[in-house]
């Protein structure tokens, strides 16, 4: 039987004297990583957790948050890992919703647990174990840990189980409970591990946020196979190009804002990142200049992927990173797509329509919300929400998200063509286009952009040189914020809703 609770054990026995987790300079071997997790499955054990529970972490970058992904499907309960920059309203709604059992978490969001402690199911209430120093009314994990007997309770769990409930990151509206069984994740390790040609030799750097389920398209692998993984606390440029430099680190994944700021980096060199055999693009589209200059920077070692953590993948191997690069790939291995119509029916080539897609990372469904698993699952395809079409050879090219079109006298506008356009200007660093209201076109383009340096361009400068270049007359922006920061997700996102919203508000928007 598929045994993947208990994949750290095995990677101890045969691979104990090889490092497994690096966080701030400390490296532990797969034998004490082990050990660690044994450990840490005995807290929550100690309290009652068990199969069919589920454990909530509220936990930045560390250590423990890596242990207790392991420590808890060892026990057959689930894990719910939720950000630490959620507020207490946010936070609330996610641990009744996700009905979780126990809640571990750090010292630093002791104000807004207790905000809402009064509110918590009085089971949770009881149940809230740090990572750090405590507090009144809560349990400290390392002296339980500690106290714990070196041997962890173990469950022999089966393929279809719970392995964890990821929430959206809410880009589109509230965050919805996704379920991932062992078997699913299990397919992370295969087919993942396998796109981007890991081996157990392998040193995998992660910067982002681990509750961002795209941090689990290389975790995965990297356990899998027994490789290191080098964890940071945050993104950062300057010290993630020093990480690569040191670990002499071969796979790492960012979103498109951190390839960016990596490039723009004043340490940046290409042969401090010698080492990297990939750099993995995902959760949102990388803009065509920015694609060719880091494969003219870095040749030979750019991935995109393109996918919904609700279970489909599109991957754009290196292999066609020049020849393909307008595209985000082809289904993985095992992963079926189709391009649909609005009436149902298939798109010819290079016709525009709803991607769907199913394969073996798709979810069971959204936790307790069966009306939405209707609406997102239909005969076993997942659609997306997401406009592309498929070119000759079988390549899928993104569009846009079918939400963000904007509608102008009628005529659809994709703000991602009207994107590719202005992020050529060489003072813009990024650029988000969405739609806003107007009284003769109903809505009209509003390109907003963080610049590389203050006061390089002014906004009607920007606006005259984008609207000078669009390939229509409908693509014209009818204005240009320049922004310090986009509001963003957890997971690096820009959230084009929360900047478009000043603008509708008190109006509907129709999709």
């Known amino acids: 039987m598929l045994q993947l609770a208990a994949l750290i054990d095995r990677q101890a026995r045969f691979r104990g004297g090889y490092p497994a987790l690096t966080f701030e300079g400390e490296t532990h071997t797969y034998a004490q990583f082990a050990a660690r997790v044994r450990r840490t499955a005995q807290a929550p054990a100690g309290l009652g957790i068990g199969r069919g529970d589920k454990v909530a972490t509220v936990l930045a970058n560390r250590r423990e948050l890596v242990e207790i992904l392991w420590a808890v499907p060892s026990l057959g309960a689930a894990n719910v890992p939720l950000s630490p920059l959620l507020m207490g309203p946010g936070l609330l709604s996610l641990l009744q919703d996700s009905d979780a059992a126990a809640l571990v978490t ?6 807004v647990i207790d905000s809402i402690r009064a509110e918590l199911p009085p089971r949770l209430r009881d149940r809230i174990l740090l990572v750090d120093a405590g507090a009144a009314g809560c349990l400290e994990l390392a002296p339980l840990r500690e106290a714990a007997a070196g041997t962890a309770p173990g469950a022999r769990v089966a393929p279809d189980e719970l392995f964890n409930i990821m929430y959206s990151s809410g880009t589109t509206g509230l965050p919805k409970g996704i379920l991932h069984t062992h078997f699913v994740r299990s397919m992370y390790c295969l087919i993942m591990a396998s796109a981007w040609r890991m081996t157990p030799a392998s040193v995998v750097l992660h910067t982002g946020a681990i509750v961002f389920n795209g941090a689990y398209v290389t975790l995965m692998p990297c356990f899998y196979l027994g490789a290191h993984y080098v964890l940071a606390r945050q993104f950062d440029a300057v010290p993630m190009i020093e990480l690569v430099a040191r670990y002499r680190v071969t796979h790492t994944m960012m979103v498109p804002a951190q390839i960016v700021a990596m490039i723009d980096a004043p340490n940046f060199a290409p042969e401090k990142l010698a080492s990297l055999q990939m750099i993995l693009s995902l959760g949102a589209p990388l803009h065509q200049e920015q694609k060719d200059k880091l494969n003219a920077l870095l040749p030979g070692r750019f991935h995109e992927l393109f996918g919904l953590t609700e279970g489909f993948v599109t991957i754009l191997d290196a292999t066609d990173a020049v020849r393909k690069s307008g595209s985000v790939g082809i289904p993985a291995p095992f992963n079926e797509m189709r391009i649909v119509r609005e009436d149902g029916t298939d798109a010819a080539i290079d016709e525009v329509g709803e991607i769907a897609g199913r394969g073996p990372f798709l979810m069971t469904g959204y936790y307790k919300r069966p009306d939405l698993t209707a609406q997102a699952i239909r005969d076993g395809w997942l659609f997306s929400g997401d406009m592309g079409y498929v070119d000759v050879d079988g390549f899928l090219h ?89 509001p963003r997700s957890a997971a690096g996102k820009t959230l084009k809703r929360e900047m478009r919203a000043p603008f509708w508000e008190g109006r509907e928007r129709k999709l």
């Open 106 to 111: 750090q010292s630093s969001m002791l104000p």
């Open 398 to 486: 993104l569009v846009d998200r079918k939400k963000d079109m904007i509608d102008s006298g009628g005529v659809k506008v994709y703000p991602r063509d009207v994107e590719e356009v202005v992020a050529r200007h060489p003072a813009v660093r990024e650029v988000a286009v969405f739609g806003i209201p107007d009284a003769k076109w109903g809505e009209t383009p509003v390109a907003a952009v963080i610049l590389h340096q203050r006061g390089a361009v002014t906004e009607n400068e920007l606006r005259e040189w984008t609207n000078a270049r669009v390939a229509a007359r409908y693509q014209r922006v009818s204005r240009v914020l320049i922004m310090e920061e986009f």
